[in-house]
């Protein structure tokens, strides 16, 4: 497992598929702040939350210049039904492979009632336009997430 990744890191380079049978990329977001959020499973009550109220809000990161990914396991034909299903407007990527969840830290051992096992912490991080971490989020809690998500973003240079 990588160690988690701090403030003031470069972003890992990252290439996958996403909704659409489109492509993201860190290429594809340096120049501009970015968000990337990890998120466990689609269409899942938290993980609705979450990319309902990113989705809410697409409009004012623009605005701060910033791009909103989100990033799980699940394969891009489910991120397709997830994003008609409730009208989410937030590019999704696709990690099944793992490698990206690996490269942030976010691929972690979880218990839960005595049993062990791994799967996705939720966490969002701030990239910079240089492509540098500004900030990370860890074991995020939704409510106010992407509110506090943004209000971060706006004051980034």
Same mark, same amino acid.
């Given at each position: 497992?990588?160690?988690?990744?701090?403030?003031?890191?470069?972003?890992?380079?990252?290439?996958?598929?996403?909704?659409?049978?489109? !492509?993201?990329?860190?290429?594809?977001?340096?120049?501009?702040?970015?968000? @990337?959020?990890?998120?466990?499973?689609?269409?899942?009550?938290?993980?609705?939350?979450?990319?309902?109220?990113?989705?809410?809000?697409?409009?004012?990161?623009?605005?701060?210049?910033?791009?909103?990914?989100? @990033?799980?396991?699940?394969?891009?034909?489910?991120?397709?039904?997830?994003?008609?299903?409730?009208?989410? #407007?937030?590019?999704?990527?696709?990690?099944?492979?793992? #490698?990206?969840?690996?490269?942030?830290?976010?691929?972690?051992?979880?218990?839960?009632?005595?049993?062990?096992?791994?799967?996705?912490?939720?966490?969002?991080?701030? @990239?910079?336009?240089?492509?540098?971490?500004? !900030?990370?989020? !860890?074991?995020? !809690?939704?409510?106010?997430?992407?509110?506090?998500?943004?209000?971060?973003?706006?004051?980034?240079?």
């Amino acid at each position: 497992m990588n160690s988690p990744l701090e403030s003031g890191q470069p972003m890992p380079e990252f290439n996958l598929d996403s909704a659409g049978s489109a !492509r993201i990329s860190s290429d594809d977001i340096k120049g501009h702040k970015a968000v @990337i959020y990890f998120y466990p499973k689609d269409d899942t009550p938290g993980c609705t939350k979450e990319a309902i109220a990113f989705t809410q809000l697409k409009a004012a990161f623009e605005a701060a210049d910033t791009k909103v990914v989100g @990033i799980s396991a699940d394969p891009s034909q489910k991120h397709d039904k997830f994003i008609e299903k409730h009208d989410l #407007d937030v590019i999704l990527g696709s990690d099944p492979e793992l #490698d990206t969840l690996k490269a942030f830290g976010v691929w972690v051992q979880k218990a839960m009632y005595g049993r062990k096992y791994f799967g996705i912490e939720r966490s969002t991080f701030l @990239i910079d336009s240089n492509g540098n971490i500004a !900030r990370v989020w !860890r074991k995020v !809690r939704v409510a106010g997430h992407a509110e506090d998500v943004l209000k971060a973003a706006e004051t980034l240079k």
